[in-house]
């Protein structure tokens, strides 16, 4: 409107408020990275929230992981580290990326997954799905007691998918890690192209609850019949 620039922000009190959390988790765990601690925060955001309008439950698109629980970012349980390297590789399978082709050939010679879905993140999402696809993550205890911790996995699967994973269960003790894969499968109920969200859970008795999100988008391109108008089971 005729001005030289505009500031805004969507984020309203959000950041200042992640940013006071994140203050305290480094006093607290020196030695986090900030994405040990980005992820403590996603993994124990709870999700009794709903839409801005309405009484219609949130979903990740509106909330992501949850809301925030502090006191229970202190002591997650699990946590999901990414260093540099792995944000490059995620970067080179998007829009704008990072680093030159041959950089990230260098990376994927070097056992580095191109795949974006594989970037380890508390979250799990893919944006096509064509068929059946499977990504990796790999989780490091970071409990504050130490000692043998095992942790197994149930699954919320998003609707028109299966969704497996393994191992099932992992015993780590205070800084191992274990990778595991999720396959994720359309099944004849899966709508194409329609973002369908559910979640994984770590889980150790009562003590911790690990939780990442999952979205996921069935692609048209398995559904030759539906899209033809000849019916509607996938292929």
Not at 117 to 128: K, Q, W
Not at 203 to 224: D, M, N, Q, T, W
């Amino acid at each position: 409107d005729g001005q030289n620039f505009s500031f805004l922000s969507g984020t309203s009190m959000s950041s200042p408020h992640v940013a006071g959390i994140f203050a305290l988790l480094k006093e607290a765990h020196p030695d986090w990275s900030a994405a040990v601690a980005k992820s403590a925060l996603m993994t124990t955001a709870r999700q009794d929230l709903k839409k801005t309008f309405g009484e219609e439950a949130a979903d990740p698109f509106d909330i992501g992981s949850g809301h925030i629980v502090p006191e229970e970012a202190f002591d997650p349980g699990l946590a999901y580290v990414a260093g540099f390297l792995v944000y490059l590789a995620f970067s080179c399978d998007i829009a704008t990326p990072l680093i030159s082709p041959g950089s990230c050939d260098f990376l994927a010679a070097n056992g580095f997954s191109l795949d974006a879905s594989d970037l380890n993140y508390a979250s799990i999402a893919v944006g096509t799905l064509a068929g059946s696809q499977t990504v990796t993550r790999t989780v490091t205890n970071v409990a504050n007691n130490q000692g043998n911790k095992s942790f197994t996995v149930s699954v919320d699967a998003p609707p028109g998918l299966d969704v497996s994973v393994n191992p099932s269960t992992i015993k780590l003790k205070q800084g191992e890690s274990a990778t595991y894969e999720v396959t994720l499968t359309a099944t004849d109920d899966a709508v194409a192209e329609e973002w369908a969200f559910g979640s994984l859970t770590w889980s150790h008795g009562g003590e911790y609850s690990v939780r990442s999100p999952i979205a996921v988008k069935p692609s048209a391109l398995v559904f030759p019949d539906e899209v033809s108008g000849a019916g509607t089971e996938g292929s």
